[in-house]
């Protein structure tokens, strides 16, 4: 079974402080990506990661950015938290080949509070 | 640039009754089309998709979806639901070609099954 993980499941920071999500995947998948989910806006690509130390925005990069130093892990970063940075947080990893072609899988969430 | 519409945000029932959950698409090119499903407190999990052949395709727990390029839909069923199957519900679309690492979502349709 494809296993995406992320580091933790709740999450309290401070406004200001600098935030760290990691997601790992253990399939080899090439495409790694970053959603917020909030009630009533659905999920929103934040960013995206074609293979390694490759990315591209998604629709709401601003405040966040991302770093894929191995293919197995995908980081979200928030340089500098703040209260309209609290939401749901999915991972997700796709690879490009076989049978589940462009089929995302997902991690559990991070769900982010910041105060 | 593709969107998604679900028609209703929330979709109360009776357990073993059948449902139908509404998705539209709008999209300038030919699409693949994804219904995912999410459990309280969990990431999202596929529960079929649409990429090319025969119309009518069939998922996981009992649930359906019919690709209708005329109406720009993809409507998903199921005959008889199940308490188990409250949850979120998500359509979400995808360019066929070109640049199809990008999966536009719909804001989510809450299920809920009553005894």
């Known amino acids: 079974d494809v296993k995406v993980t992320q580091s933790s499941r709740y999450l309290v920071k401070r406004t200001g402080e600098k935030v760290f999500l990691e997601c790992v995947q253990d399939?080899?998948?090439?495409?790694m990506f970053w959603y917020r989910q909030d009630p009533g806006l659905g999920l929103r690509l934040i960013y995206f990661?074609?293979?390694?130390?490759?990315?591209e925005k998604g629709d709401i990069p601003e405040g966040y950015s991302v770093s894929r130093e191995k293919k197995e892990r995908f980081s979200l970063i928030l340089e500098s938290a703040s209260t309209n940075q609290t939401s749901m947080y999915l991972c997700?990893?796709?690879?490009?080949?076989?049978?589940?072609?462009?089929?995302?899988?997902f991690g559990p969430g991070t769900r982010l509070t910041v105060l | 640039a593709q969107s998604v519409t679900q028609l209703d945000s929330q979709v109360p029932v009776f357990e073993e009754a059948p449902v139908e959950l509404r998705c539209n698409y709008s999209?300038?090119?030919?699409?693949?089309l994804f219904w995912y499903v999410q459990y309280p407190n969990q990431g999202l999990q596929l529960l079929l998709k649409?990429?090319?052949?025969?119309?009518l395709v069939k998922g996981i727990n009992g649930f359906e979806a019919e690709f209708n390029k005329s109406q720009t839909s993809f409507h998903l069923r199921k005959p008889s639901v199940h308490i188990s199957d409250t949850a979120e519900y998500f359509c979400?679309?995808?360019?066929?070609?070109?640049?199809?690492?990008?999966?536009?979502f719909g804001k989510g349709t809450l299920l809920t099954v009553n005894p």
């Open positions: 997700a990893s796709r690879t490009v080949r076989g049978i589940n072609y462009n089929e995302q899988f």
């Open positions: 399939m080899d998948h090439e495409n």
């Open positions: 990661s074609y293979d390694v130390k490759m990315k």
């Open positions: 999209s300038s090119v030919s699409v693949y």
């Open positions: 649409y990429l090319s052949g025969s119309t």
């Open positions: 979400a679309v995808s360019e066929s070609g070109g640049s199809n690492y990008k999966l536009t």
